[in-house]
Every structure is written in structure tokens, then in C-alpha cells.
Nanobody, 118 residues
Framework: VQLQASGGGSVQAGDSLRLSCAGS????????MGWFRQAPGKEREFVSS????????QYADFVKGRFTMSRDNAKSTVYLQMNSLKPEDTAVYYC????????????WGQGTLVTVSS
């Protein structure tokens, strides 16, 4: 499956953004999906994940209550609604897919940059 992330941009602290990740070339509903991010000079970190049917969504502690991940299998798209953005949320955000729940993410999108200024 090929993944295309979009929706990044430059915002002020407290603003909201919604990222999208569109899948193609595969049966999207067969994949568990995740969002990750990588800030400048830091390692990539987990943000959120959801299972094939959209249940069992998990979040990193630093985004709980602020970010919401969802998916629309009919549109082959996952979303990351980001509210109450903070400067420390500045990063390149990547979506990823895997076919086995307990396995590694096999497919990665190209990333979309989110910049939050104070």
C-alpha cells in the first residue's frame, strides 16, 4: 500500500490542524494504521494507532486529550485531529501501515510538516 500524508502547516499555539493519510494500491481496511512524528534532532516517536476496524485506538501520553485518530475505510483514509497544539508538537508527522497487529509497520508515508509557534 502507498500512503500519502497531508494537512500539515504553520499554526499558533492553541490552534488545531487535521492531518490526513490516504492509502492506495492495497486493501486499506486490511491494515492497522499509525501516526508517528519526528522533531528536529530527535528520534521518531509514536503518536497514535488504530486497528483495522477503527477500534482499539491508542495514544502517546503527550497527546492524550488533545489528538484524535480516526479512519474512514470507505475513503481509504486515516485522520489525526490535533487540537490545543503546543510548540513541542512541531515535527514531521508520518502515517504508517502494517498488516499484522503485533508486527512492525511495513509501509510509511512521506511525512507532513507541522510547525507550531508560540
Amino acid at each position: 500500500v502507498q500512503l500519502q500524508a497531508s494537512g500539515g502547516g504553520s499554526v499558533q499555539a492553541g490552534d488545531s490542524l487535521r492531518l490526513s493519510c490516504a492509502g492506495s494500491g492495497g486493501t486499506f481496511r486490511n491494515y492497522h494504521m499509525g501516526w508517528f512524528r519526528q522533531a528536529p534532532g530527535k528520534e521518531r516517536e509514536f503518536v497514535s494507532s488504530t486497528s483495522r476496524g477503527g477500534s482499539g485506538t491508542q495514544y502517546a501520553d503527550f497527546v492524550k486529550g488533545r489528538f484524535t485518530m480516526s479512519r474512514d475505510n470507505a475513503k481509504s483514509t486515516v485522520y489525526l485531529q490535533m487540537n490545543s497544539l503546543k510548540p513541542e508538537d512541531t515535527a514531521v508527522y508520518y502515517c504508517a501501515a502494517k498488516s499484522i497487529l503485533t508486527g512492525p509497520y511495513n509501509y510509511w508515508g512521506q511525512g507532513t510538516l507541522v510547525t507550531v509557534s508560540s
